[in-house]
């Protein structure tokens, strides 16, 4: 659950839906080796065996997961995911994130930016 708050507090603050990157940049491995099986074990066991446009997606997600999900859960506890409530709140308490989880955010927006 932790890792869905970091995929949506990534899409609030990138302004790109980050889930829909990843399955867009991954859609090809997900057919090759995970379409019989749940994406996050499939990711565990095949994902050196991924392309390199995949892997830098969820490299990029992971990053930002590990540096914010306990500030997501500590900001956002009771929120239920849906409806766009877990970015709501992670906009309303940006100011609360750790230094980490805001670095990892701005990190990944100067990424985005010089990918142009």
């Given at each position: 659950?932790?890792?869905?708050?970091?995929?949506?507090?990534?899409?609030?603050?990138?302004?790109?839906?980050?889930?829909?990157?990843?399955?867009?940049?991954?859609?090809?491995?997900?057919?090759?080796?995970?379409?019989?099986?749940?994406?996050?074990?499939?990711?565990?066991?095949?994902?050196?065996?991924?392309?390199?446009?995949?892997?830098?997606?969820?490299?990029?997600?992971?990053?930002?997961?590990?540096?914010?999900?306990?500030?997501?859960?500590?900001?956002?506890?009771?929120?239920?995911?849906?409806?766009?409530?877990?970015?709501?709140?992670?906009?309303?308490?940006y100011s609360a994130?750790?230094?980490?989880?805001?670095?990892?955010?701005?990190?990944?927006?100067?990424?985005?930016?010089?990918?142009?």
């Open positions: 659950m932790r890792r869905y708050f970091a995929v949506a507090m990534f899409a609030a603050l990138s302004g790109l839906p980050a889930h829909a990157q990843v399955m867009q940049a991954c859609k090809a491995d997900w057919v090759k080796y995970c379409a019989n099986s749940n994406f996050g074990d499939c990711m565990k066991v095949h994902f050196e065996a991924f392309s390199g446009v995949c892997k830098t997606a969820l490299v990029k997600v992971a990053a930002i997961s590990s540096a914010c999900s306990n500030d997501v859960a500590q900001q956002c506890p009771s929120i239920k995911p849906g409806s766009g409530r877990i970015l709501l709140c992670v906009k309303s308490h994130l750790s230094y980490e989880c805001r670095t990892a955010v701005g990190q990944a927006l100067q990424n985005k930016l010089q990918a142009r």
